[in-house]
């Protein structure tokens, strides 16, 4: 009986606790090697049980679906099934950072979009060490009329910058200019031209994804009602597309401060980080796109993705 117990103990020091062998050898004064056949004994006589739930085996299939459906390079789907919204949000944008991290180093040239989820992404970084000549370039102007200025792509760029210890190029510019003749001159400033030749250089970005329904506080209703008209349903980088992928062709572009569109082709590792589940449209038209090569979502968006791809729901 005793012998059991300790055996019992072993278990869950082991599965519960998450102690090392080392560490419960120390403890009951016992070698390691003693330990390791313990835990191999409590296995045997059935005292522990290892399961890998369906449901997790579930996610993994799910991002070899996406890959396959999409031609990505890289898909990551934090598990939701049994999740609330925002515990949904932390786990996406968690897996995301985590992902950065990963593949970032002293080469990287960054550019990372404005908004919530982004700058969310980016507050969960936790570099492994600074990268001082790294660079961040901020590849779109700021929009003067955003709500939140923790959620602008300059403010996100910084943060970056600063938790790296490296350089930021900053376009001190609006997004938006009231004209064409207004862009062609800012664009001129030596300060601006040197930003924009830098962002040909961007290895590196991470993005959310816009609808419509985001730049109806940006646009006035006639620009958002053609954009509808030609099909558009969501936003990256500034280009609108339709739920096929193709890009709408737009005169706003002429007043945009934004990348030239190379990018979707340049740029080695283009991450999309989404979940908001009224965004599945817009998901959707940027996987058929092209513009990401990488996507990090949670399970619940994934399987909308993978229905409405199929038909199996109204896109």
Same mark, same amino acid.
């Given at each position: ?6 055996? !019992?103990?072993? $278990? ?12 419960? /050898? ?8 003693? =330990? @390791? ?7 045997? +006589? ?5 399961? *890998? ?17 999409? %031609?990505?390079?890289? =898909?990551?789907? $934090? ?31 960054? $550019? ?17 060490? #600074? ?11 700021? +929009?003067?009329?955003?709500s939140n200025p923790n959620i602008d792509e300059m403010y996100i760029a910084q943060r970056v910058a600063t938790l790296y210890g490296c350089k930021l190029k900053r376009l001190l510019v609006p997004y938006l200019m ?28 991470? @993005?959310?994804?816009? #609808? +419509?329904?985001?730049w109806a506080d940006h646009l006035n209703e006639k620009e958002i009602n053609v954009l509808m008209k030609q099909g558009a349903v969501g936003c990256m980088w500034g280009y609108f597309f339709d739920i096929n992928g ?22 080695? #590792? ?9 965004? $599945?449209?817009? *998901?959707?038209?940027? !996987?058929? @796109? ?16 993978? /229905?409405?791809?199929? %038909?199996?729901?109204?896109?």
């Amino acid at each position: 009986m005793q012998d059991l117990e300790l055996l !019992l103990e072993v $278990a869950r020091m082991y599965y519960e606790q998450d102690m090392t062998q080392q560490e419960i /050898a120390e403890k009951i004064y016992v070698s390691r090697s003693r =330990v @390791s056949r313990m835990i191999k004994k409590a296995k045997a +006589l059935g005292l522990v049980e290892i399961i *890998i739930k369906p449901s997790f085996e579930n996610h993994f299939s799910l991002e070899r679906m996406l890959m396959d459906r999409f %031609g990505l390079k890289k =898909v990551l789907v $934090a598990y939701s099934e049994s999740s609330g919204i925002q515990e949904e949000f932390q786990s996406v944008c968690s897996m995301g950072a985590s992902y950065l991290a990963s593949i970032l180093d002293n080469n990287s040239v960054l $550019a990372v979009s404005k908004g919530k989820t982004v700058a969310t992404s980016v507050e969960s970084l936790k570099p492994p060490r #600074t990268y001082p000549d790294m660079r961040v370039v901020q590849l779109t102007g700021s +929009l003067e009329s955003i709500s939140n200025p923790n959620i602008d792509e300059m403010y996100i760029a910084q943060r970056v910058a600063t938790l790296y210890g490296c350089k930021l190029k900053r376009l001190l510019v609006p997004y938006l200019m009231d004209d064409e003749e207004s862009k062609r001159l800012i664009c001129k400033r030596t300060m601006t031209m040197d930003v924009i030749r830098q962002s040909g250089e961007v290895n590196t970005f991470i @993005s959310g994804v816009d #609808t +419509l329904l985001y730049w109806a506080d940006h646009l006035n209703e006639k620009e958002i009602n053609v954009l509808m008209k030609q099909g558009a349903v969501g936003c990256m980088w500034g280009y609108f597309f339709d739920i096929n992928g193709n890009i709408i062709e737009s005169p706003l572009y002429d007043r945009m401060i934004i990348p030239d569109r190379r990018v979707f082709e340049t740029v080695d #590792t283009r991450i999309c980080i989404a979940c908001d589940r009224f965004k $599945a449209r817009a *998901i959707l038209g940027v !996987l058929r @796109s092209g513009m990401c090569n990488v996507l990090v979502t949670s399970s619940k968006i994934a399987n909308q993705l993978l /229905a409405l791809d199929s %038909g199996d729901q109204e896109v």
